[in-house]
């Protein structure tokens, strides 16, 4: 009952008659992951659709240098999924991992595409979801052209690790790179390097321009 409480609070599945609804819950499966847990790894082919019913779930960019980058968070409501899902065999281009004790509740994709091929306002929904961050992610590139005309950059994390200068200090072209996350209002946004977060502040960044 707890379970169809949280679905019909979300509106991608909030329009779906008894009879989807049932399909729905009958190929749903709960999980839970403890805090730091990883749902899924980077270059792994995850077909799955998930909504977070608690929680917190983020994900990680892993360069080939051994960074990381949490790209975005997601809370309690939020519906996401992994590439494959909709591009057959095709790898996650980041990692899934718990930031707190969650809980989600998950589809395999051949459980629920006959249920999307079936009920249009079932995919129109998620289809108005997808172009949403499609749009945030259009958003973060025009900002992006933005960053060079601020000289000054405060609420995110760099460190000698990530930036890879003796003396720690961020040049501006890195502060651009690593701190965009936090500077756009993302949710979370920090260089993570072996992951542990960094704690110091860069100086002015104009100083080094």
């Not at 629920?112 to 945030?136: A, D, F, T």
């Not at 936090?182 to 946004?189: D, I, K």
């Amino acid at each position: 009952m707890d379970n169809i409480k949280t679905l019909l609070q979300n509106s991608i599945f909030s329009a779906l008659n008894d009879s989807d609804l049932d399909s729905l819950i009958t190929n749903m499966q709960s999980r839970r992951y403890a805090e730091g847990e990883w749902l899924v790894q980077q270059g792994d082919v995850w077909p799955h659709l998930f909504l977070l019913k608690s929680g917190e779930v983020i994900a990680v960019k892993e360069s080939f240098e051994g960074r990381s980058l949490i790209l975005a968070d997601f809370r309690a409501g939020d519906i996401f999924w992994g590439l494959a899902f909709f591009l057959e065999d095709n790898p996650m281009p980041a990692s899934l991992q718990a930031s707190q004790d969650s809980e989600i509740l998950i589809w395999k994709r051949e459980e629920l595409l006959p249920l999307l091929l079936r009920n249009g306002s079932l995919s129109w929904e998620l289809s108005r979801l997808m172009i949403r961050r499609v749009q945030l992610a259009s958003d973060i590139v025009d900002q992006l052209e933005k960053l060079a005309k601020i000289t000054r950059w405060e609420c995110f994390l760099t460190c000698r690790s990530c930036t890879g200068l003796s003396d720690g200090r961020a040049t501006l072209d890195q502060t651009v790179f690593w701190g965009w996350p936090c500077l756009l209002g993302m949710h979370r946004g920090e260089c993570r390097h072996n992951g542990e977060p960094s704690r110091e502040q860069p100086e002015d960044a104009s100083e080094k321009s």
